[in-house]
C-alpha cells in the first residue's frame, strides 16, 4: 500500500446525523486515489459524472477520473470556467443539458470537484435534475472543506444578491482530500481560513484560542494542525446543520460576518476584486465592532477578533477593500436582499464575546446606518 493509501485508509470521518439521509465526510490525505472504492462502498456502483472547473481540472481531474475508471463508473466530465460568476443562470442551464447527454438518471451520481461555486452549482443542479440526483462533494479549497460542502445548500447567484436561488439538497458522501489544499495559492488558503476562525467565533472560544496559537503551523499545511482545524469546524457545523437543516434557527449562526460580507460581494461584482473569505472576514470584524457598539460585547474581544484576521493577512475593514467603495445608502440595499430578512427587516448575527454569537432580529435601520457611517467614513 503506497503512503496515500494508507493515510486514506485512516482519514477521519464525522458523520453528519440527518436520520436515513445521514452522510459521511471523510478528511485526510490520499482520498482522491480512492474515490471509486469509497463512493462505491457508501453510495453503491452507480455511474459518475463530474463538474470540475478549468483551474481545478488541470491539478486534480485525471487523478480522479482514474480512480472511478477503474471499476467503470465513470459517465465524463464537465469543465466550467474559474471564478464565483460561474454560479448563474447562465451555466445553469447548459450544465443541467450536459448532464442529461451524458445520460445521467436518478440513480446516478453527480461528482462536485472543486471549491465552493462548484459544489454549490454542482449540488443545485443535481437538486434539479430529475427532480433530484445523487451527488458526492469533492471539495479542493479550503473554504469548500470546511464549509460549503457540508450541509446541502446548493445555488447560484443573482445581481439581486449572493445565493438567492438554490435549494436544501444533502449530498451522499463528502470527500475532504487535504492534499488539494498545497495546490492553492495563499490568498485561497487565506480566504478558506476565514470560514475556519468563524466557528471559533460563533461557538468555540478554545478553538478560537487554538488557532491563534497554532495558525501558522496550519497555514504550512502541517498535516495534524490542518486536519484538526478542519475536522473541528466540519464537527462544528455537522453539529449544527443535524439540529437545523433549513435554517429555521441555529444554523443562521453560521452565517456570522455574512449579511454585510455578501453586501460587499454583491458590490463588487462577485469577482475576483474581493473572494468570499475576504469578505467574510471584513464582516465579522465589523460584526463584532457593531456589537462592541451595541454593548454586546467588550471592545477588547472586537479587537481581538480583527487582530486575529489581520495576523493571518485578511482585511478587516471596507476601506481594505480594493477600488470604489459603497455608500451607506448601497450597503442598506444589497443588506436587504440578505435571505434572512423576515417582513423587511434586518437580522444580524451579533456576538456577546468570543464563542458566543446570538442571532439579532428587528435591529434598527437608524441604527445600522449610524454604525456604517462610522465604518465607511
Given at each position: 500500500?503506497n503512503?496515500?493509501?494508507?493515510?486514506?485508509a485512516?482519514?477521519?470521518?464525522v458523520?453528519?446525523p440527518l436520520g436515513?439521509r445521514a452522510?459521511?465526510v471523510?478528511?485526510?490525505?490520499?482520498?482522491?486515489?480512492?474515490?471509486?472504492?469509497?463512493?462505491?462502498?457508501?453510495l453503491?456502483?452507480?455511474?459518475?459524472?463530474?463538474?470540475?472547473d478549468?483551474n481545478?481540472?488541470?491539478?486534480?481531474?485525471?487523478?480522479i477520473?482514474?480512480?472511478?475508471s477503474?471499476?467503470?463508473?465513470?459517465?465524463g466530465s464537465?469543465?466550467?470556467p474559474p471564478g464565483?460568476s460561474?454560479?448563474?443562470?447562465?451555466?445553469?442551464a447548459?450544465?443541467?443539458?450536459?448532464?442529461?447527454?451524458l445520460?445521467?438518471e436518478?440513480g446516478?451520481l453527480?461528482?462536485a470537484?472543486?471549491?465552493?461555486?462548484?459544489?454549490?452549482?454542482?449540488?443545485?443542479?443535481a437538486?434539479i435534475l430529475?427532480?433530484?440526483?445523487?451527488?458526492?462533494?469533492?471539495?479542493?479549497?479550503?473554504?469548500?472543506q470546511?464549509?460549503?460542502?457540508v450541509?446541502?445548500?446548493?445555488?447560484i447567484?443573482t445581481?439581486?444578491?449572493?445565493?438567492?436561488?438554490g435549494a436544501?439538497?444533502?449530498?451522499?458522501?463528502?470527500?475532504?482530500?487535504t492534499?488539494t489544499?498545497?495546490?492553492?495559492?495563499?490568498r485561497e488558503?487565506?480566504?478558506?481560513?476565514?470560514?475556519?476562525?468563524?466557528?471559533?467565533?460563533?461557538?468555540d472560544?478554545p478553538?478560537?484560542?487554538?488557532?491563534?496559537?497554532?495558525?501558522?503551523?496550519v497555514?504550512?499545511?502541517?498535516?495534524?494542525?490542518l486536519?484538526?482545524?478542519?475536522?473541528t469546524?466540519?464537527?462544528a457545523?455537522?453539529g449544527?446543520?443535524?439540529?437545523?437543516?433549513?435554517?429555521q434557527?441555529?444554523?443562521?449562526?453560521?452565517?456570522?460576518?455574512?449579511?454585510f460580507?455578501?453586501a460587499f460581494e454583491?458590490?463588487?461584482?462577485y469577482?475576483?476584486?474581493?473572494?468570499h473569505?475576504?469578505a467574510?472576514?471584513?464582516?465579522?470584524?465589523?460584526?463584532?465592532?457593531?456589537?462592541?457598539?451595541?454593548?454586546?460585547?467588550?471592545?477588547?474581544?472586537?479587537e481581538?477578533a480583527a487582530?486575529?484576521?489581520?495576523?493571518v493577512?485578511?482585511?478587516?475593514?471596507?476601506?481594505?477593500?480594493?477600488?470604489d467603495k459603497?455608500?451607506?445608502?448601497?450597503?442598506?440595499?444589497?443588506?436587504?436582499?440578505?435571505?434572512?430578512?423576515r417582513q423587511?427587516?434586518?437580522?444580524?448575527i451579533?456576538?456577546?464575546g468570543?464563542?458566543?454569537?446570538?442571532?439579532?432580529?428587528?435591529v434598527?435601520d437608524a441604527?445600522?446606518r449610524a454604525?456604517?457611517?462610522g465604518?465607511?467614513?
Amino acid at each position: 500500500m503506497n503512503v496515500h493509501a494508507a493515510s486514506a485508509a485512516h482519514a477521519r470521518a464525522v458523520n453528519v446525523p440527518l436520520g436515513d439521509r445521514a452522510y459521511e465526510v471523510l478528511i485526510g490525505p490520499g482520498l482522491l486515489q480512492r474515490a471509486g472504492e469509497l463512493i462505491g462502498a457508501r453510495l453503491g456502483k452507480a455511474r459518475c459524472a463530474i463538474v470540475t472547473d478549468a483551474n481545478v481540472a488541470k491539478l486534480h481531474l485525471a487523478t480522479i477520473e482514474a480512480a472511478l475508471s477503474a471499476d467503470g463508473r465513470l459517465s465524463g466530465s464537465i469543465t466550467l470556467p474559474p471564478g464565483e460568476s460561474t454560479k448563474s443562470f447562465r451555466e445553469l442551464a447548459p450544465l443541467c443539458e450536459r448532464l442529461l447527454e451524458l445520460g445521467i438518471e436518478r440513480g446516478d451520481l453527480v461528482v462536485a470537484l472543486g471549491g465552493g461555486v462548484i459544489g454549490d452549482l454542482a449540488g443545485f443542479a443535481a437538486a434539479i435534475l430529475r427532480r433530484g440526483v445523487r451527488f458526492v462533494q469533492v471539495p479542493t479549497s479550503l473554504l469548500a472543506q470546511v464549509d460549503s460542502s457540508v450541509g446541502g445548500k446548493t445555488g447560484i447567484d443573482t445581481p439581486q444578491g449572493k445565493n438567492l436561488i438554490g435549494a436544501f439538497h444533502q449530498p451522499g458522501l463528502v470527500l475532504a482530500d487535504t492534499d488539494t489544499l498545497r495546490t492553492l495559492p495563499l490568498r485561497e488558503l487565506r480566504a478558506g481560513y476565514a470560514e475556519v476562525a468563524k466557528y471559533g467565533l460563533l461557538g468555540d472560544a478554545p478553538f478560537f484560542a487554538w488557532l491563534e496559537k497554532n495558525h501558522p503551523a496550519v497555514f504550512a499545511l502541517e498535516n495534524e494542525p490542518l486536519t484538526h482545524a478542519v475536522e473541528t469546524s466540519v464537527k462544528a457545523k455537522a453539529g449544527i446543520v443535524g439540529r437545523d437543516e433549513t435554517e429555521q434557527g441555529e444554523r443562521a449562526l453560521l452565517n456570522l460576518g455574512h449579511t454585510f460580507g455578501h453586501a460587499f460581494e454583491a458590490w463588487c461584482g462577485y469577482s475576483d476584486r474581493l473572494l468570499h473569505g475576504e469578505a467574510i472576514s471584513i464582516g465579522m470584524a465589523i460584526a463584532f465592532r457593531f456589537s462592541a457598539a451595541r454593548g454586546d460585547c467588550s471592545a477588547a474581544d472586537a479587537e481581538r477578533a480583527a487582530a486575529h484576521f489581520a495576523a493571518v493577512g485578511l482585511p478587516t475593514r471596507i476601506d481594505e477593500i480594493p477600488g470604489d467603495k459603497p455608500g451607506i445608502d448601497a450597503m442598506m440595499k444589497l443588506m436587504a436582499q440578505d435571505k434572512k430578512v423576515r417582513q423587511g427587516k434586518l437580522t444580524f448575527i451579533l456576538a456577546r464575546g468570543i464563542g458566543d454569537a446570538y442571532i439579532a432580529h428587528d435591529v434598527p435601520d437608524a441604527e445600522v446606518r449610524a454604525f456604517l457611517g462610522g465604518e465607511i467614513g
